[in-house]
């Protein structure tokens, strides 16, 4: 491979390895190298959010990330916010009041609430939507999604 | 959970069947489907609105690391594909010789992997002879340059042809107490499915 590095990081608090080349970006390391394809791409341009996950507990882009810089963190990604019979909150809370239609930006927007909800426990519809901006939503407009992370937040 | 006279389907809230694959990322789309073996696709595509493609070189990309082939309109003997609304209209799924869109695909570059199609993508060379853009209407019906040679001045389709009243002239209004014109411009709308059919 052309010049390979080894990167080595904990995600879903599952320890990973690998040799990527350096140019290879986190979100694609998460999705092709590890399957974790819960994260998607939406974008080109880091606008959309679809890839949004937590590196070290804080949401980031992983689209805009190289894998080399999560080298040595923890990354967090849908598939280890919740599980079958165990959802995360938002998780319920999107589910209950049909804040996703195609589901293509759910991942980014849970990962992207979650870390909204850690920092805001009680967050107001205007900090929802503020702290959502990097999240974009073809099919529901928002009005439920904000809806669903106020909901979560009552949880 | 059945419904009864009491409670019917019709008039319930019901939570929707398949959003637990979709909050908990477990959904299959396209790209989420891998296979063994599975090859990729980069496409070379043009960077300019309307030019003559004048050469493809795809010599080098077909050296590359993990290439299985390199695909032009010529190589794949592609015939032009005529629109169904616009029978005027044919052109190849890879351009052949002209290109009339910025990001049309001219050639199709298959590797082993990501990587080494889109760096085989990058070594392909095609050189243009750039035309003049026809990007609007107006423009399109005064330009001397034809999209496509089997559309003169640039008219694919013309109500009168259709049987509809030829209403450019003055007499069709003559008899109308009121005449209103303006020109209203409206976006072109082009629905784009978020995904095509696939099957692995």
């Known amino acids: 491979m052309a010049g390979s590095v080894r990167v080595s990081m904990s995600v879903n608090g599952a320890q990973q390895s690998a040799d990527v080349e350096p140019r290879l970006l986190l979100v694609h390391f998460l999705r092709e190298t590890l399957g974790l394809t819960g994260t998607h791409v939406g974008c080109d341009t880091s606008n959309c959010g679809a890839c949004t996950v937590h590196l070290n507990g804080e949401a980031v882009k992983s689209c805009t990330l190289l894998a080399v810089q999560a080298d040595g963190a923890e990354v967090t990604t849908i598939e280890g916010l919740g599980q079958e019979g165990a959802l995360h909150p938002l998780q319920e809370a999107f589910w209950e009041h049909h804040g996703l239609q195609c589901g293509y930006c759910t991942p980014g927007m849970i990962m992207a609430s979650a870390d909204l909800l850690e920092r805001n426990p009680k967050p107001s519809e205007e900090e929802v939507r503020e702290a959502l901006a990097g999240n974009l939503c073809r099919c529901t407009g928002y009005h439920n999604i904000v809806k669903a992370v106020l909901a979560a937040s009552e949880a | ?200």
């Open chain 2, 1 to 200: 959970m059945s419904a009864t006279a009491a409670e019917p389907w019709v008039g319930r809230r019901i939570k929707r069947k398949e959003d637990p694959r979709l909050i908990m990322g477990r959904a299959r789309y396209i790209d989420d489907i891998n296979v063994t073996g599975q090859l990729w696709a980069a496409f070379v595509r043009s960077p300019e609105a309307h030019a003559k493609i004048t050469s493809i070189d795809t010599s080098e990309a077909e050296g590359m690391p993990g290439v299985v082939g390199v695909f032009t309109a010529e190589s794949l003997g592609l015939a032009p594909d005529a629109s169904a609304w616009n029978p005027m209209v044919a052109s190849t799924l890879l351009a052949s010789d002209r290109v009339r869109y910025v990001g049309e695909p001219i050639v199709a570059v298959v590797a082993e992997s990501v990587e080494q199609a889109v760096d085989a993508a990058e070594m392909v060379f095609v050189d243009y002879d750039v035309l003049d853009a026809v990007v609007d209407v107006e423009s399109a019906l005064a330009s001397d340059t034809a999209l496509f040679d089997s559309v003169p001045g640039n008219v694919v389709v013309d109500s009168v042809a259709f049987g509809m009243p030829d209403v450019s002239g003055d007499d069709f209004f003559a008899d109308c107490e009121v005449t209103v014109s303006g020109t209203f411009v409206n976006q072109r709308v082009a629905p784009c499915p978020m995904e095509t059919r696939s099957a692995a």
